[in-house]
């Protein structure tokens, strides 16, 4: 057995070269690799400042259609993504339920993200995750044991906690689920949920958990966050840590209506001058002020600028670095 495993981790680490010298240097992936925390910055393998930008996908068991292959392709190729974000729905008939089955649509996206020159955020997206931390382990768990030789990795532990205890509830969770992970994987970068659905960030920077490659998960809606929550961004920069805003959207916290564009370029711009990674909210088509695509749209891609709602038209001229589209 032991000799099987050793089998194993060869061929991983032969398919993990092949795909690395597959990928060119102006991929992320071929231009940062294996990411790390170093003070309170996300860097590349030579130690430079690595800023991702991107998209987050939608609840697996809701919106399951978009994980495939060509909307991750798409994602990079048109909307010049560097990270695509894989939203695991864990409770409402999702992974607790069906393991197997949404499983399946996460190591779809991490597969086509691998082959692309991709990082991917592998999102536990929970809003009880203290509940479910056997289950967190055994995911996270299994997704290390296949995944830890690729750079393209980023575990997300706990999307976003409700109002609950850090030191109590989160903290104690997060330990426990690193611990699985880097039984197996030992260099990838980690995010931690904070409390009030990702937003005490700085309340997480006074006692940050014991493992040095940890970031820690700030959302924003630019129609209802405004200065006070970057103010409490930057305090927690300034303690020293590093924070990945992992989901941000351009309207009201609720995913509706009203879309705040002056807001959300503040943040934006606050973002990249700070170096904060980012991912918006989301790929998905419903009647929603959150969402990047009108109800009905085509599932792998391709997407024309009619298919986009005023959220999807805005935020991928952003990541094209063209003029913004406000209507």
Known sequence: MKKLNE???????ILAMMAMMDISAQNPVGRHGFLKVKGNKIVGEKGEEAQLRGMSLCWT???????????VQWLQEDWKCDVVRAAMAVEHDGYLVHPDMEQMKIETVINAAIDIGMYVIIDWHDHHAQRNVEAAKRFFGEMARKYALFPNIIYELYNEPLQISWKDSIKPYCEAVIAEIRKHDKRNLVICG?????????????????????????????????????????????????????????????????????????????????KLSYCNWGIYDKKEAAAALYPGKNTFGGWTFEMLTPSGKFIRAWLRKEALVTK
């Not at 089998?7 to 680490?13: D, E, N, Q, S, Y």
């Not at 068991?61 to 994980?67: A, L, S």
């Not at 020293?240 to 916290?253: L, R, T």
Request: charged share 25%.
């Open 61 to 71: 068991q809701w919106f399951g259609k978009h994980y495939n292959y060509q909307t």
């Open 194 to 274: 904070t409390p009030t659905w990702s937003q005490d960030v700085e309340v997480a920077a006074a006692d940050p958990v014991k493992d040095e490659n940890v970031a820690y998960a700030m959302h924003f809606y630019a129609a209802t966050h405004k200065q006070f929550l970057r103010d409490k961004t930057k305090k927690a920069l300034d303690m020293g840590v590093a924070v990945f805003v992992s989901e941000f959207g351009i309207c009201d916290a609720s995913g509706r209506d009203p879309i705040d564009y002056e807001e959300t370029k503040t943040w934006l711009k606050f973002c990249d001058e700070n």
């Open 7 to 13: 089998i194993k981790k060869g061929i991983f680490f």
